[in-house]
């Protein structure tokens, strides 16, 4: 059974008539999906302090490879340093603030500004400045690229772009362990399918969609066909849960053997992940926001290295052609819906006994959402 994530004392702020007991509790307001000044708060206090996915070991596999990112805005930079070492950083020159690399690929000398050709060490260091030399009291240790804290669990690589983070293991223990009891050897796994949609919907909304099975059966009724809805195994962590279901016979195209795991994880904030049953797979979804109300949302597929199974070919079909389409469209509806005079908040639909089609996963999320918001800037 899930556990209500419990806070000091109830979050203030224009909260409505939320209840921290799921089981009474009306949804939150709207105003937490369209406010302009609530989505700063967000930005502020939550995306820009938050553990965040941002790919995996095989993306850059040797010493000098790099592959850029970008958090809600924040460009970044994942590389090896020329000892093979992870490192992160902003990916802007300290000179005059342009964008210093695009994509991936592997780097000679070191990184080079395209704009004024400041240079740049692996380690961050600025190795050479054209014409400082005669600039008073220029020092090049202090334009130094500023570096990200980094962290690798069972291969995913995680960002915070909070130099006063608390640690990765501090909030996520044992995540690393839940992929490779299911997946062993997932670090060897690559990404055969990368995907980016830019979504008319606040970040949130896609990833509440993602927090609850109640619309399953009537918004998936392909995927509903796999997905048995008695819940096996169930962990909830303070930063992450896991779920893990058993298959159904599917359907045509995707047949399959009954009871094979199908599993699920939800983990703060906007990371969320499927192995579907058939084949050894990871779907890997990243919510960030792209406006108040645009959803950034990432979808990297990943597989053992090696000819594809033809059984994931229909997974991704399943994934990609059906309930990801099919939610995209559900939660762009639930935008337009939210901006209504018609609405301002609805209830969670909660039992006692905590049934499959339970809300409570998306209750204790927007509790911590409301946590994360009453705390200091």
């Known amino acids: 059974m899930a556990k209500p994530f419990v806070v000091k004392q109830p979050p203030a702020g224009k909260r409505g008539c939320f209840d921290t007991n799921h089981l009474v509790s009306p949804t939150l307001p709207s105003l937490y ?21 941002v790919g995996h070991v095989s993306d850059v596999p040797e010493p000098r490879d790099c592959v850029t990112d970008d958090i809600a805005g924040q460009p970044i930079v994942v590389l090896r340093d020329a000892q093979g070492t992870l490192q992160a950083f902003f990916n802007v020159c300290q000179h005059r603030d342009h964008v210093l690399l695009k994509g991936r690929g592997r780097l000679k000398l070191g990184i080079t500004c395209p704009y004024h050709a400041w240079l740049y060490d692996l380690d961050g260091g600025l190795r050479n400045a054209p014409h400082t030399g005669q600039v008073a009291g220029f020092d090049k240790g202090r334009f130094a690229l500023r570096s990200i804290p980094l962290a690798v669990s069972a291969g995913p690589i995680f960002v915070n772009l909070d130099p006063a983070c608390v640690p ?10 839940t992929i490779t009891k299911h997946l062993p050897g997932f670090e060897d796994f690559v990404a055969v399918k990368s995907l980016s949609f830019d979504i008319a919907a606040n970040w949130k909304v896609v990833i509440d969609n993602f927090a609850e099975a109640y619309h399953i059966p009537v918004a998936h009724p392909e995927l509903a066909r796999v997905l048995d809805e008695g819940l096996e195994e169930y962990r909830e962590e303070e930063r992450y849960s896991y779920f893990l279901y058993r298959s159904r016979t599917g359907f045509e195209g995707l047949e399959i053997e009954a009871g094979l795991p199908y599993v699920a994880w939800m983990a703060w904030l906007h990371l969320n992940m499927l192995s579907l049953p058939g084949s050894p ?66 209830r969670y639909v909660c039992d006692p006994g905590d049934s499959w089609f339970s809300e409570v996963p998306l209750h204790t999320f927007d509790m911590q959402v409301l946590e994360a918001l009453e705390r200091e800037g």
Not at 171 to 176: D, E
Not at 281 to 307: F, H, K, Q, T
């Open 33 to 53: 999906y369209t406010d302009e000044g609530i989505h700063r708060l967000k930005l502020e206090r939550i995306i820009n302090r938050t553990w965040c996915y």
């Open 281 to 346: 797979n990871l779907l890997v979804l990243r919510m960030l926001p792209g406006g108040l109300g645009r959803c950034a949302e990432r979808v990297d597929i990943y597989a053992p290295r090696g000819s594809i199974d033809p059984k994931l070919e229909a997974i991704q079909d399943l994934f990609l052609n059906h309930f990801n389409r099919q939610d995209i469209g559900i939660v762009e509806s639930v935008q337009k819906g939210l901006s209504s005079l018609g609405y301002n908040q609805g």
């Open 168 to 177: 990765f293991e501090d909030k996520m223990a044992g995540f690393g362990e």
